[in-house]
């Protein structure tokens, strides 16, 4: 989950609603949009990988931790921090278990902060 405060939040994963599982990515801004990716059978696990770019952000799922496959491009505001973790909820029923293994935060310098970067080195 990628969140800005209670009303601009970003969350992607996996869902299972009405007998099914979907690939799922939710966008608030103030109201929400539920964009899902229909999955044919149970996994016994999905990697999410969430790259920003300015003023956007992409999602990508995988079912290997190798070829990764886009799910969703959104809108986040750029230049604001951004809250980021895991996150698990069971609206209706009886609950489930959920693991999260091996989540990492990398820093990938963004376009700005590198043509700074060029521009203004000393060489």
């Known amino acids: 989950m990628l969140r800005i405060d209670h009303e601009n939040y970003i969350k992607?994963?996996?869902?299972?609603?009405?007998?099914?599982y979907n690939l799922s990515t939710v966008v608030t801004h103030r109201t929400s949009d539920w964009s899902i990716i229909p999955v044919d059978?149970?996994?016994p696990f999905i990697w999410i990988k969430a790259i920003r770019r300015l003023d956007a952000v992409e999602f990508?799922?995988?079912?290997?931790?190798?070829?990764?496959?886009?799910?969703?491009?959104?809108w986040l505001q750029d230049n604001h921090p951004v809250l980021v973790g895991v996150m698990g909820a069971s609206p209706?029923?009886?609950g489930f278990r959920a693991n999260f293994e091996h989540f990492s935060i990398k820093h990938l310098p963004d376009q700005r902060r590198t043509k700074w970067l060029k521009e203004n080195s000393s060489n």
């Open 60 to 74: 990508f799922y995988s079912f290997d931790d190798k070829q990764y496959t886009m799910m969703r491009n959104a």
């Open 41 to 43: 059978k149970e996994i």
């Open 92 to 94: 209706d029923g009886d």
């Open 12 to 20: 992607a994963g996996i869902e299972f609603v009405d007998g099914k």
